[in-house]
T-cell receptor, first 106, second 115 residues
Framework: KNEVEQSPQNLTAQEGEFITINCSYS?????LHWLQQHPGGGIVSLFM???GKKKHGRLIATINIQEKHSSLHITASHPRDSAVYIC????????FGKGTHLIIQP | DTAVSQTPKYLVTQMGNDKSIKCEQN?????MYWYKQDSKKFLKIMFS???????INETVPNRFSPKSPDKAHLNLHINSLELGDSAVYFC??????????????FGAGSRLTVL
């Protein structure tokens, strides 16, 4: 069992829908990271959070330290949000989830 | 100006060869990393250097040797390449300390194919 588990593995939704991706972890972490990997392969850091909630545009990330759980939400989803979303956590190095492959259909 | 640049972007080589992938960051970050992404897109840390010193060395075959000539560069040298080494290798950097609590900036990745 991976120390960082994501769900769902695959998600297809219609443009405009509210999207939630979940991440549970069993490792001790300094912070929880959400990354985005586009079909072209590049990886971008979306959020790093150790408590509470962060918002950037249509993206919101929350974390519950007691429950060892984080969620990434996308409001008013758009086809350009189609990507693999990866959560990762750790104290020293990072342990990565297996990613959620999101497809937003027009 | 590319923040974290890796070269080459693509590398196709034969089994048994030795190859290197170079990484440079112009962000003034203290810590650099190498990650491997396998065919199932699963990312795993290989090495981490902080100010030219090796901090993390995960269970990686000793055919892989990182070299950090200065804190802006972390190169990955691979000896006696095997089929299983085929993957995308990502370099990344962060401001200071270790990756757990610092935002990472990734390079574009280097796709290695071993034939």
């Amino acid at each position: 069992k991976n120390e960082v588990e994501q769900s769902p593995q695959n998600l297809t939704a219609q443009e405009g829908e509210f999207i939630t991706i979940n991440c549970s972890y069993s490792v001790g972490i300094s912070a929880l990271h959400w990354l985005q990997q586009h079909p072209g392969g590049g990886i971008v850091s979306l959020f790093m959070l150790s408590s509470g909630k962060k918002k950037h545009g249509r993206l919101i990330a929350t974390i519950n330290i007691q429950e060892k759980h984080s969620s990434l939400h996308i409001t008013a989803s758009h086809p350009r949000d189609s990507a693999v979303y990866i959560c990762a956590g750790g104290a020293d190095g990072l342990t990565f989830g297996k990613g959620t492959h999101l497809i937003i259909q027009p | 100006d590319t923040a974290v640049s890796q070269t080459p972007k693509y590398l196709v080589t034969q089994m048994g060869n030795d190859k290197s992938i170079k990484c440079e960051q112009n962000l003034g970050h203290d810590t650099m990393y190498w990650y491997k992404q396998d065919s199932k897109k699963f990312l795993k840390i290989m090495f981490s250097y902080n100010n030219k010193e090796l901090i993390i060395n995960e269970t990686v075959p000793n055919r892989f040797s990182p070299k950090s000539p200065d804190k802006a560069h972390l190169n990955l040298h691979i000896n006696s390449l095997e089929l299983g080494d085929s993957a995308v290798y990502f370099c990344a950097s962060s401001r200071q300390g270790l990756g757990g609590a610092n935002v990472l900036t990734f390079g574009a990745g280097s796709r290695l194919t071993v034939l």
